[in-house]
């Protein structure tokens, strides 16, 4: 079953939002409208909340999971995400914060408690270690992340046609008969 109940949180999904059969979304997590959620992905809320804004496509073998509370960390950390933000192939985000309009490139791991603000591009591969903050309007790159430069307005203009071209595709699959096993 691609979403599941855990300790009687079901994961909810907004309008038009798409998750492929074979990823599977678990417990407490909220997924925005016109998002897409592709094979392979696991997302996982078991522990503290996921939420997921509108228009963010979270492409294959990604893994999305969480900080539990606990004596090391009384809070925990959630993981969220806003809205506009494309994240690409095998990418892992663990108990952080992502804003809107962002991109975080293929293989890319981002630790618990990490905050990557508004509009910023995380090259493929890199590293965002636990704690960080990535700057609004820059590319960051690297094992750990550094600064790499300012973002051109080609690169700020990429986010949301990249965001639209997901929820073009995802409803290309819908309008092709595909269902969601639910």
């Known amino acids: ?23 599977v979304v678990i417990g407490d ?31 294959d073998g990604c893994v999305l999971h969480i900080t539990h509370a606990g004596p090391f960390n009384p809070e925990g950390f959630p993981l969220l995400i ?4 494309t994240i690409a192939h095998k990418v892992m985000l663990h108990g952080c914060t992502v804003g809107s309009r962002v991109l975080i490139g293929m293989g890319s791991i981002v630790m618990d408690g990490a905050v990557i ?23 960051y790159v690297g094992s750990p992340v550094k600064q790499a430069r300012a973002l051109t307005d080609k690169e700020r203009a990429f986010f ?21 096993a639910v």
């Open 29 to 59: 997590v909220e997924i925005g409208a016109d998002s897409s959620i592709w094979p392979l992905t696991v997302i996982r809320g078991d522990m503290h909340r996921i939420r997921i804004g509108q228009r963010t496509s979270v492409q």
């Open 160 to 180: 949301t046609y990249s965001a639209a071209n997901y929820v073009k595709l995802k409803d290309q699959h819908l309008a092709e008969g595909y269902h969601q």
């Open 117 to 139: 603000e508004d509009e910023v591009i995380v090259g493929a591969g890199s590293l965002v270690p636990p704690g960080k903050t990535l700057e609004s309007g820059f590319l």
């Open 1 to 23: 079953m691609t979403l599941r109940t855990y300790q009687n949180l079901t994961p909810a999904l907004g309008e038009r939002a798409f998750v492929d059969r074979s990823s």
């Open 82 to 85: 806003g809205d506009d933000v």
